[in-house]
């Protein structure tokens, strides 16, 4: 009689059962964790048990949330500055072809040269270690942005491009109402990307630059606990990085279902 | 809108209607080198419903393109002299362009679609709603105006489309095979709304096409183009004393405006290459 009602249902107990279970996997793979540390023995300096981590992030607290705050705060800064670089550069380098040519190539060269390479360069000419992290970080977040933006804002359909001019739109109107909405599926891509990118150049250009004192962020309080051989608080302070680079994801995914779900083939649920 | 003081204007071949569209001696070649279209002229007048028809690669869409302004032509001129030409020399708003596919923005809802011409003009949605609405109320879709692109079918997107194209009222409707890729039944439906339309506004339609039947049906004046390169072949008005609906499709006139239509076509294509069609 109701056929609403038991596919709704249906539906409820899917959602469910996609959020519980890879929580069940983790909640699993930490079980094994702990039975394989306490069964076998191994001294906590090696591996420590996820209660030890437990306890290693709660007393450890004081010292993890603010270099956690510092990493977050670098890594959200450089996503964003690489947002507005990439949208922007992007936005320059189609006005012509011949732009695109001078200076495509010059993003290339600063995307291919590993960051780890640079880093000793940008510390030597940044005002502050935060500075020198802040760029690393931008550095590698912004060519997927950059690229992707090029590419979405020169896949415009042509008709649609013919009919702006049929219309005699101008060039700002044809890049606010068509170039930019045709771009978004490619700009989320490159958001989903760049999101990932910019935490892990802020890590690694933290390692690079090996700063210290109360600015420094996760990734040094990693090298610190490893030089101490404070192996819980190195899990620890791992942990925080993963579930910051998740959150991140979480975030820039559910950006991206917002801004498509309702037109892009992306977004959608197949129904056949 | 008619300008009655511009002084160049031709006296046009019937009294009261001043031509929209003037072809002389159009060429156009492409930068591969391709010759599209060899000499062509083409007068248009208001309220014609003229049908471009020809083989494949005969220059029709070219020629509807420059038509429109879009094309630039390589040698010969080509003039509207009912229209206010804007600065770059290209007649504003009175020509509106549909083309084979839907081209719709999919990120924008009918309605959005449906407003870009006027959007771009500046005007606002709330000035523009009432435009809108009867534009969709026109082709039947005034219940879809908050439906997205995906959300239609094949013909309801082709209709859309034909919105768009008459929200700005304009005087002269271009249409590229806007119906080739739609199924048999949507497509003579929308042929009759595009009947209706023309006969209701009086609107001028160039309508671009491959198929003898459609062109028989609906025009009252066929160029049959030649290609190789692109050209006119023949020239001809199509008159009936019926009226163009659905039963004319069975009409012993019908019957003989295809013929007509279908003879000079393949003349159009040549002894040798008639072989190609069935």
């Known amino acids: 009689m109701n056929a609403a009602s038991p596919s709704l249902t249906r539906q409820h107990r899917e959602t469910v059962l996609r959020v519980l279970i890879p929580v069940g996997v983790v909640l699993a793979l930490i079980l094994i964790w702990h039975l394989t540390v306490t069964l076998s023995g191994v001294p906590q300096y090696i591996l420590p048990s996820p209660g030890a981590v437990a306890g290693a992030m709660v007393k450890d607290w004081g010292t993890l949330a603010p270099a956690l705050w510092v990493t977050t705060q670098i890594t959200l800064a450089a996503l ?60 590698v977040a912004f060519f997927p942005i950059l ?69 420094s962020g996760l990734a040094f309080r990693l090298l610190e606990a490893q030089y101490r051989l404070n192996i819980p608080r190195l899990f620890a302070a791992l942990i925080l990085l993963s579930i910051l680079g998740v959150v991140i994801f979480g975030i820039t995914s559910f950006i991206a279902w917002l801004s498509l779900h309702r037109w892009h083939e992306s977004s959608l649920k197949r129904e056949n | 809108m008619t300008d009655l003081q511009s002084p160049e204007a031709s006296p046009p071949s019937t009294p009261h209607k001043r031509p929209l569209v003037v072809m002389t001696n159009v060429s156009k070649s492409f930068s591969s080198g391709t010759l599209a279209l060899s000499d062509m002229s083409l007068t248009v007048a208001g309220g014609e419903f003229v049908s471009l028809l020809g083989p494949s690669g005969c220059g029709k869409s070219t020629a509807l393109r420059i038509i429109s302004g879009l094309g630039d032509v390589t040698t010969g001129s080509i003039d509207w002299p009912s229209s206010r030409i804007n600065a770059k020399g290209l007649p504003e708003g009175d020509i509106s362009f549909v083309f084979q596919e839907p081209t719709l923005m999919p990120w924008q809802t009918v309605f959005g679609n449906v407003y870009l011409p006027l959007r771009l003009r500046g005007v606002s949605k709330a000035q523009a709603s009432d435009e809108i609405m009867a534009a969709l109320e026109t082709v039947g879709l005034k219940d879809f105006a908050k439906a997205y692109p995906r959300e239609l ?57 491959h198929s003898v039947f459609e062109s028989a049906y609906l025009s009252n004046r066929i160029v049959v183009m030649k290609a190789r390169p692109g050209r006119v072949h023949a020239d001809f008005p199509l008159e009936t004393s019926l009226e163009r609906a659905p039963l004319y499709r069975t009409s012993e006139e019908y019957r003989a405006a295809c013929e007509k239509v279908s003879a000079s076509l393949l003349e159009a294509i040549g002894p040798g290459a008639a072989m190609e069609m069935h």
């Not at chain 1, 290339?108 to 970080?137: E, G, H, R």
């Not at chain 1, 606010?176 to 978004?184: F, G």
């Open chain 1, 147 to 215: 690229s992707n933006m090029v590419q979405g804002l020169k896949s415009v359909d042509h008709n649609l491009l013919n009919l702006f001019d049929l219309y005699g739109a101008s060039r700002w109107q044809t890049l606010i109402y068509l170039k930019l909405p045709a771009s978004l599926p490619y700009f989320m891509t490159g958001l989903r990307i760049g999101g990932g990118l910019s935490l892990i150049a802020a890590v690694v250009a933290e390692f690079a630059a090996g700063s210290a004192g109360a600015g």
């Open chain 1, 80 to 139: 964003a500055l690489a947002l507005i670089g990439g949208v922007g550069i992007g936005v320059f380098l189609i006005q012509s072809k011949w732009i695109e040519t001078a200076f495509y190539p010059i993003a290339v060269i600063l995307q291919v040269t590993p960051i780890v390479a640079i880093a000793p360069l940008i510390l030597i000419y940044a005002p502050t270690t935060q500075v020198a992290l802040l760029v690393c970080a931008f550095l």
């Open chain 2, 153 to 209: 079918s094949g013909g309801m997107k082709m209709r859309v489309s034909i919105a768009r194209a008459l929200v700005t009222k304009p005087k002269l409707l271009l249409m590229d095979e806007p119906f080739a890729a739609l199924d048999e039944i949507t497509r003579q439906k929308l042929n009759d709304d595009v009947l209706r339309l023309w006969r209701e506004t009086g609107i001028t339609v160039v309508f671009v096409t």
